[in-house]
């Protein structure tokens, strides 16, 4: 997960095992992807969530940058 780091301050659709979310990278390291200003998208309408998210790098299958 070291390559998301140059992707900080970038909004991404991140594709876990257990839900799909949108939103900016705040922060990555080899264990978490922390994202905020973040929405799930798995829903028919996007709903938000509040606060930061912490991702587990393990549980990542991948990430998509939003242009």
């Known amino acids: 997960m070291r390559e998301l780091k140059t992707l900080t301050g970038r909004p991404v659709v991140v594709c876990t095992d257990g839900a799909t979310l949108r939103g900016v990278v705040e922060s990555a390291t080899r264990a978490f992807v922390t994202l905020v200003d973040v929405e799930d998208v798995d829903r028919p ?23």
């Not at 606060?51 to 990542?60: D, F, S, T």
Request: aromatic share 4%.
């Open 45 to 67: 309408i996007p709903a938000p969530i509040a606060g930061a998210v912490l991702i587990p790098a393990r549980r990542v299958k991948y990430v998509q940058v939003v242009i």
